[in-house]
């Protein structure tokens, strides 16, 4: 043999390393196989994206939806409180006389406190309370003989909170203790 007879295997010729036309059909056939082997995975591939796709615009779709209606139990809930106040209004203009309205809205408040209570909204308890930044927000303070330095003298509107959380801070007069002013004497009296 010669010497380029020798150096034929040169890179064109690396495949058909093994030798012989049987290895370069098995070379095809795993080929073949791989690239099969591809494009199954591709489409697998593809086939999981679209269904991820699918999952975000669903899960999206869910959260404004929830957003959107998220309320709607409770809703559903204070619509019979609106109607027994319709009814309390009605009745006092046939009845003529406030005590009819005054009992009605009374119930209805009542109600209405249940439902709220129902979804964890309870009232901030404030009168003869220590006062306390956390509910209760100071709108006056004044001094007073019969309640104690820092604690709530009188409520000016309720507060309230959700589990945990304030909703709303009671706004209240706060007393500042013993004083010579008449004014705290006159607040008291009139609780």
């Given at each position: 043999?010669?010497?380029?007879?020798l150096?034929?295997n040169?890179?064109?010729?690396?495949?058909?390393d093994s030798?012989?036309?049987?290895?370069s059909?098995?070379s095809?056939?795993?080929s073949?196989a791989?690239?099969?082997?591809?494009?199954?995975?591709n489409d697998?591939?593809?086939?999981?994206?679209a269904?991820?796709?699918?999952?975000k615009?669903?899960?999206?779709?869910?959260?404004?939806d929830?957003?959107?209606?998220?309320?709607?139990?409770l809703?559903?809930?204070?619509?019979?409180?609106v109607?027994?106040?319709?009814?309390a209004?009605k009745a006092?203009?046939d009845?003529?006389?406030a005590?009819g309205?005054v009992?009605g809205?009374?119930l209805?408040?009542?109600?209405?406190?249940?439902?709220?209570?129902?979804f964890g909204?309870?009232?901030?308890p404030?009168?003869?309370?220590?006062?306390?930044?956390?509910?209760?927000?100071?709108?006056a303070?004044v001094p007073?003989?019969?309640?104690p330095?820092?604690?709530?003298?009188?409520?000016?509107?309720?507060?309230?909170?959700?589990?945990?959380?304030?909703l709303r801070p009671?706004?209240?007069?706060v007393?500042?203790?013993?004083?010579s002013?008449?004014?705290?004497?006159e607040?008291d009296?009139s609780n």
């Amino acid at each position: 043999m010669t010497d380029e007879s020798l150096n034929t295997n040169t890179f064109d010729n690396l495949d058909s390393d093994s030798g012989g036309p049987a290895s370069s059909g098995d070379s095809l056939a795993e080929s073949a196989a791989r690239d099969g082997e591809l494009k199954a995975l591709n489409d697998k591939y593809l086939r999981l994206a679209a269904e991820f796709d699918n999952y975000k615009r669903l899960a999206q779709r869910d959260q404004r939806d929830q957003i959107r209606f998220g309320n709607e139990q409770l809703l559903k809930e204070l619509l019979p409180v609106v109607d027994n106040l319709e009814r309390a209004i009605k009745a006092a203009k046939d009845s003529k006389t406030a005590q009819g309205l005054v009992q009605g809205v009374d119930l209805t408040l009542k109600q209405l406190e249940g439902v709220l209570s129902k979804f964890g909204v309870q009232s901030i308890p404030t009168m003869g309370q220590r006062f306390d930044p956390s509910g209760h927000q100071a709108v006056a303070s004044v001094p007073s003989t019969q309640v104690p330095d820092q604690h709530v003298v009188e409520e000016f509107q309720r507060g309230y909170r959700l589990h945990d959380r304030i909703l709303r801070p009671a706004m209240v007069t706060v007393s500042s203790g013993a004083g010579s002013g008449s004014d705290g004497d006159e607040i008291d009296n009139s609780n």
